[in-house]
């Protein structure tokens, strides 16, 4: 069965930390890693990685996919409340089919 | 076009009483998905479509559970007989495959309350 695990479940820091998000996954047919954000309604993409050691970045965030060791991470920096958020990633396998970790909370504190 | 959009938002029903889902994907996407997330917990994979065909059922998806998208364009989600335990959010998402693949777009969801 295809799993994907997600660490730490919360996370609480103070506005302009960094903050690492972390991703590990046991699947067969892996096709493409995916991060998204969740503020309480529908899930946003962020990244899609398919090859290791390339970094996708987009403004304050990053990411950076290891096929070798089945793990990826979500880093951001200076953090903002408007960070606060649910961070899922996901895996996509043959059919396309996402199997999702349980989600990171974030609370950004001022 | 918006996004995906999904109707209804809210859903209060009565144990036992059938519901009805609507899912109007992005346009040009081919693909459609449906997901369930209850509190604290991500999405779990419900079934997916490509144009009107069902191609993959989860084995979460019991025979209460009916989904259709007869023209390739919109879906239905229909639970009959609802229990309390199907109390969650639905999500809906649309891609685009082929010889272009997007990532999945999702929707707003319906939040099911099954009293």
């Known amino acids: 069965e295809d799993k994907v695990v997600q660490s730490p479940l919360s996370l609480v820091v103070h506005e302009g930390d960094t903050v690492t998000l972390n991703c590990s996954y046991e699947?067969?047919?892996?096709?493409?890693l995916l991060w998204y954000k969740q503020e309480k309604k529908a899930p946003t993409f962020l990244f899609m990685l398919t090859s290791s050691g390339i970094e996708k970045k987009s403004g304050r965030l990053s990411s950076i996919l290891d096929k070798k060791e089945l793990f990826s991470i979500l880093n951001i920096t200076a953090t903002q409340t408007g960070d606060s958020a649910v961070y899922l990633c996901?895996?996509?396998?043959?059919?396309?089919?996402?199997?999702f970790g349980e989600g990171t909370q974030l609370t950004v504190n001022p | 076009d918006t996004g995906v959009s999904q109707n209804p938002r809210h859903k209060i029903t009565k144990r036992g009483q059938n519901v009805t889902f609507r899912c109007d994907p992005i346009s040009e996407h081919n693909r459609l998905y449906w997901y369930r997330q209850t509190l604290g917990q991500g999405p779990e994979f419900l079934t997916y479509f490509q144009n009107e065909a069902q191609l993959e059922k989860s084995r979460l998806l019991s025979d209460r559970f009916s989904a259709e998208r007869p023209k390739g364009s919109f879906s239905t989600l229909e639970i009959q007989r609802t229990e309390q335990g199907d109390s969650a959010m639905y999500l809906c998402a649309s891609s685009l495959w082929g010889n272009m693949n997007t990532e999945a777009f999702f929707g707003q969801g319906t939040r099911l309350t099954v009293v």
């Open positions: 996901a895996v996509e396998t043959s059919g396309s089919r996402l199997t």
């Open positions: 699947v067969t047919n892996f096709r493409s």
